[in-house]
């Protein structure tokens, strides 16, 4: 079981960090990704953390805005989102993926299994 937290309110320009927290288990066999899911659009993958070697992958909506990491104890990956943009708005989720790399870095949701309960991100301009 995952769970995401950090999400807010936040101007245009603003960061927030993202937490993906596992329960039970560590990320050390995993990827684990971010998606978001804005009103009206469909789900998004922005970011992947292979979590045993750090290799990260991001979708270009979000490429140099945004940094994925994971802690030490390998049960905590973070979404570090900086030059926060309206258009940014979105639920996001965490997610985890033991496929090859061929398939997660794809950042296709059917990819991935073990989905949070979101948490939202809200950006005003």
């Known amino acids: 079981q995952v769970a995401e937290s950090g999400g807010g309110l936040v101007q245009a320009g603003g960061s927030l960090r993202l937490s993906c927290t596992a329960t039970?288990?560590?990320?050390?066999?995993?990827?684990v990704g971010w998606f978001r899911r804005a009103p009206g659009k469909d789900q998004e993958g922005v970011a992947c953390l292979s979590v045993s070697d750090g290799d990260a992958y991001y979708s270009d909506s979000v490429k140099g805005r945004f940094t994925v990491s994971g802690d030490d104890a390998k049960t905590t990956v973070y979404l570090q989102m900086d030059g926060l943009k309206p258009e940014d708005t979105a639920v996001y989720y965490c997610?985890?993926?033991?496929?090859?790399?061929?398939?997660?870095?794809?950042?296709?949701?059917?990819?991935?299994?073990?989905w949070g309960q979101g948490t939202q991100v809200t950006v005003s301009s």
């Open positions: 039970g288990f560590t990320f050390e066999d995993y990827a």
């Open positions: 997610a985890t993926s033991t496929r090859p790399w061929t398939y997660y870095r794809t950042l296709q949701p059917r990819y991935f299994g073990g």
